[in-house]
């Protein structure tokens, strides 16, 4: 069943203090934040969130196609280590 | 140091009675293997000329020049099959082949050694350069210009400014 559009979408409160302090500073800072079920919203486009598997914090960097999904779905609790391949990393 | 050989399919279990095997591709294009032209084990003594492949479920179908039956195809389940590093195109600027980087050693700015390159990964949300500290868990940081400055492949290191965190509210940590 979906959420009820009048209730608008979840998020943790603390995160989005959290997100005004990283906005403010300016710098590149890492975000720590174990909620993985709080939805994306557009104030959070261009910050970097360590977003916790239950092992680490994985980095998230938000853009705007993320927009409307929840951190979790961009930490994987479960990891498979294949082989690299032919496949390239881009440096953002 | 790069590899030389770098890994781009597995070949898995059989499938039909004509010799076709489930090939598990590792390349960005599931289909590039067939690019690549002859592929080899790592020891080099036996190559394999993939004829046809079509995709299935994460994996693909292929027949190679000279199994023609299931019992060919079985005798082959779980052999790795390589190229030349050489063959791979070289990449745009600012791209990387993860096989470049995998092993380079990461520095600090004032080339104090941090650790070394153990994996690339990407989950949807940017590249995610994973460091091998010299004691310790791994650190995940994100690949970008602010954190990797720079990436040396000639001279065999990265330069890693570590990010600041912020601490969130950990859940652990409250009073329940």
């Known amino acids: 069943m979906v959420r009820s559009v009048w209730k608008g979408p979840f998020v943790e409160g603390s995160l989005l203090k959290k997100a005004d302090v990283a906005r403010s500073s300016g710098r590149h800072d890492v975000i720590k934040i174990w909620s993985r079920r709080s ?10 969130f360590g977003v916790y598997n239950g092992q680490k914090h994985v980095p998230v960097s938000v853009n705007e196609e993320m927009v409307g999904h929840k951190f979790g779905e961009f930490s994987p ?8 391949g032919d496949k390239k990393a881009k440096k953002a | 140091m790069p590899a030389e050989k770098i890994c781009v399919a597995r070949i898995g279990a059989p499938h039909g009675v004509r010799g076709a095997v489930k090939l598990w591709p590792f390349t960005a294009d599931p289909l590039a293997v067939l690019d690549y032209g002859p592929l080899s084990t790592k020891d080099g003594k036996r190559s394999f000329e993939v004829e046809t492949a079509r995709e299935a479920k994460g994996h693909l179908v292929a027949t190679l020049q000279g199994v023609v039956s299931r019992e060919d195809a079985e005798r082959l389940n779980g052999i790795e099959l ?10 745009e600027e600012g791209e990387y082949y993860h096989a470049d980087l995998i092993g380079l050693a990461a520095v600090n700015a004032a080339d104090e050694p941090i650790g070394k390159v153990l994996a690339i990964h990407n989950f949807g949300a940017g590249d995610i350069i994973e460091i091998a500290p010299l004691q310790g868990p791994t650190l995940l940081l994100p690949f970008t210009n602010a954190v990797v400055p720079t990436v040396d492949i000639a001279a065999g290191r990265v330069v890693i400014e570590l990010p600041a965190e912020i601490e969130g509210d950990d859940p652990a940590q409250a009073d329940i």
């Open chain 1, 39 to 48: 939805t994306i919203l557009p104030q959070f486009v261009g910050l970097v």
């Open chain 1, 77 to 84: 609790t479960r990891t498979f280590h294949g082989h690299s």
């Open chain 2, 82 to 91: 390589y190229i030349d590093r050489d063959q791979l195109p070289p990449p």
